[in-house]
């Protein structure tokens, strides 16, 4: 293997030219991605810097995972802390870990009691890696409750979904996509899903059957278009699911743990799930970490020896991780910072839109904040933008996705809005 390698702190891991790293990729990586022509060495806070030392404001955050900002140094250190102190290793299921015991308590503390017309019993926590493993355990949990407490006959159980979704990119999980990219060709897919209009509760109402044992919703969608649903359509579906025995989860993969400027995005409507599924921020953005949690009445009965498993997940490294982030959101007030800050950016833009010949419609909530622009353009603007030091994307091809680090400050924000404003206004 060349020798490539080098601890280098600020220009990166190793010494190959970015012309180099496009070619290696291009020979051997599968070219499922449509990237940027930029090759990061460095991350920093709400900063990412190439070869050459140029600087690009974040305003992705890898699709939340970076809230607290990139190498945040609390999570950091509790990283190294348990590389150092050798307790960061996987582990056989065999043995219990300190690690994940107290990750767990953490977490489970972390969401208020989940399904409570299931009772106060407190709730249970199944770790898993990247987000869509927890969307499957959601999905095990929603047919499983079905089969054992409503009787309905295995392999029959339905769940309602929504058009528009986003939930990862498994066989089971891209079954119920509206996009034709995502499935086309990876035939058979996974029955079991009927998919309605988001927002329409009237839709869900009609799509109940007898064999219908969940729902699973984002409470905002961000691949589909960063679309805020009508208000009232949570507490409907808090009420329909009550009405006729259903799980309602909420995927809060992306829009949760402060992103929209409140801890989880189903506050905004006053009602809790039976189950929220968690990932991508949860250990602020170092390693894959995912989490379903559940009223433990709902837990216990789906999950028993055997039933379910994952040798990484909630293994050592990454339960230090989450615990730190965790203690990082609440001593740094995280979603009270995401909601101060994208009032501010949200009135600035929609200032910048007023101005414009392009912007149709900017929403959001906190930090979460799409730009709709009228001709469907929206990657031309973000290539635009790249060129002047921004890094965002499009969803939907119709929409610039705002979502930077919740740690942003004012200072950046400026510099943000300046940009947004060469390109929009001229």
Known sequence: MTAMRKINYFSGFSNEKDETIFDLEKDYGAHHYERIHLVVRHAK????????????????????????????????????????????????????????????????????????????????????????????????????????????????????VFDGNFHGRTISVVSFSSSKKYK?????????????????????????????????????????????????????????????????????????????????????????????????????????????ITNTVIMDLVFSKGSDGSTFGGYPLACVAGTASLKVFEDEKLAEQSAQKGEILRQRIEDIAKRSPHVKEVRGKGLFIGIEVKESNAMDFCKKLFKLGIIVNDSHGHTIRISPPLVINEDEMDFLVEQIEKVLVG
């Open 45 to 160: 806070g709400c900063w990412l810097t190439d070869e050459k030392g140029r600087k690009y404001l974040d305003c992705l955050a890898a699709y939340s995972a970076a809230n607290p900002g990139h190498h945040h140094p609390t999570i950091v250190n509790a990283v190294m802390d348990a590389l150092i102190g050798n307790y960061a290793s996987v582990l056989s299921n065999v043995v219990f870990t300190d690690p994940l015991g107290i990750f767990l308590s953490e977490a489970a503390k972390f969401a208020p009691q989940m399904a409570p017309r299931f009772g106060a019993h407190g709730n249970k926590v199944l770790p898993k890696n990247g987000g869509v493993e927890s969307v499957e355990t959601a999905i095990k949990t929603m047919r499983y409750y079905g089969f054992k407490k409503k009787g309905i006959k295995d392999g029959k159980q339905e769940i309602i």
């Open 184 to 292: 086309e060709g990876f035939g058979p897919l996974t029955p079991g899903f009927v998919s309605v209009e988001f927002g329409n509760l009237e839709a869900v109402e009609k799509a109940i059957t007898p064999n219908t044992c969940g729902i699973l919703v984002e409470p905002f969608q961000g691949e589909g278009g960063m679309r805020i649903p009508p208000k009232g359509f949570l507490k409907g579906l808090r009420k329909l699911s009550d009405d006729h025995d259903l799980l309602l989860v909420c995927d809060e993969i992306q829009v949760g743990m402060g992103r929209t400027g409140k801890k989880f995005c189903f506050e905004h409507e006053g009602i809790v799930p039976d189950g929220v599924i968690l990932g991508k921020a949860l250990s602020g953005g170092l390693v894959p970490l995912s989490v379903f």
